[in-house]
């Protein structure tokens, strides 16, 4: 469901932009426009990273605030039982596979959901997934097969919780990634880089994707 506007007394707030449920899991989806400058993706450390990776943080803790929202009732969500994932979703991929990165953003994440008066243990009892648009459209094809629970319970296991979206459904869900059929809008791609979209789009899908 598209959350819509709601106010919390004379404040207006415009809630998660996403809220998917399968009877298993609730996944709460907040999409970021914001691009990883390059100077930042070619250096591994230092102030310039650091303020990239800061803006990521402050969009997981904005996530954090309205599950909040959601769970105390103040949405038109209605609240059940279920267990809820909260997954940021990128336009680029930020690469966060580095157990320094990672341990950054969490630790900053802490740090701001403590400033905004939420519990920081949140972070670690409901872990947050990071994952570009591109991952999305090619793993969101096996919720339907695993179940959302299924699925995010095994990503953010300590195990996986720096394994990039994709790799980690390759590593854990080989059976169902294989057993994808086409890439989503794959005919526009097709239509618009005729020459590149083969290649491309065999590369998102694996090593035996064929494109049909």
Not at 65 to 74: F, L, S, T, Y
Not at 120 to 142: C, F, K, N, W
Request: aromatic fraction near 10%; proline fraction near 4%.
């Amino acid at each position: 469901m598209d959350e819509a506007e709601y106010k919390v007394g004379r404040q207006v707030k415009h809630g998660v932009d996403w809220i998917v449920g399968d009877g298993t899991a609730n996944l709460f989806v907040e999409c970021k426009t914001k691009r990883l400058r390059h100077d930042a993706k070619i250096t591994v450390e230092g102030e310039v990273l650091e303020a990239q990776l800061n803006i990521l943080a402050e969009a997981i803790v904005q996530l954090y605030k309205n599950i909040r929202d959601a769970v105390d009732g103040k949405t038109n969500w209605t609240p059940n039982q279920l267990p809820i994932y909260p997954l940021v979703v990128t336009l680029e991929e930020w690469y966060l596979f580095s157990p320094l990165t990672t341990a950054y953003v969490h630790r900053q994440v802490k740090t701001l959901l403590e400033r905004s008066c939420i519990d920081p243990r949140v972070a670690d009892d409901m872990p947050y997934t990071v994952a570009s648009i591109d991952e999305i459209e090619l793993v969101g094809q096996i919720f339907d097969r695993t179940g959302l629970g299924t699925f995010f319970a095994r990503k953010t296991e300590p195990a996986h919780s720096h394994t990039m979206l994709a790799g980690f459904a390759w590593t854990c869900f080989e059976e169902h990634m294989r057993d994808i059929k086409r890439i989503l809008f794959s005919a526009d791609w097709e239509r618009f880089l005729p020459d590149t979209a083969e290649g491309w789009i065999r590369n998102l899908r694996g090593p035996t994707a064929s494109l049909v």
